[in-house]
């Protein structure tokens, strides 16, 4: 005969069996494990791996740059873009092209198209 353990709740008793306690979280196992697997399955053909990243090619004018690549590239400290860039002050730097989560990007094309106006403004064309 199989053992049983009583645990005593208030009022009633609480009968378990250690064979169907087993069981249940077998069945529970098995059910995590299939539901896991499906989810696995069906994630790994959406996912993209790091080594894709870098066989992804980028047209040269759509290279993006964040607030310190384009302090870098203009010669300022990083804190000065985000000083203009809070300021809504666009006279030194050229403006976003998105706003992101992580912050503004600029696309390399636009960055250079405003240089060269920048150029042309000073030599009063």
């Known amino acids: 005969m199989p053992s049983t353990v009583v645990h005593n709740y208030g009022r009633g008793s609480f009968f378990a069996l250690p064979s169907c306690t087993l069981r249940t979280s077998l069945r529970q196992y098995f059910i995590d494990m299939y539901s896991r697997f499906i989810y696995n399955s069906c994630m790994v053909l ?3 791996k790091e080594a894709d990243l870098d066989r ?7 290279e993006v740059l964040d607030a310190t ?12 873009v985000l000083a203009y860039l809070s300021r809504r002050n666009f006279g030194r730097i050229p403006r976003p092209n998105r706003q992101l989560a992580m ?14 106006k920048e150029e042309d403004r ?4």
């Open 122 to 125: 000073a030599r009063g064309k």
């Open 69 to 80: 690549a384009l302090s870098r590239r203009l010669g300022f400290k990083r804190d000065t």
């Open 46 to 48: 959406i996912m993209v």
């Open 103 to 116: 912050g503004p990007i600029w696309y390399e094309k636009s960055v250079r198209e405003w240089e060269a």
């Open 56 to 62: 992804i090619d980028v047209p040269e004018d759509y």
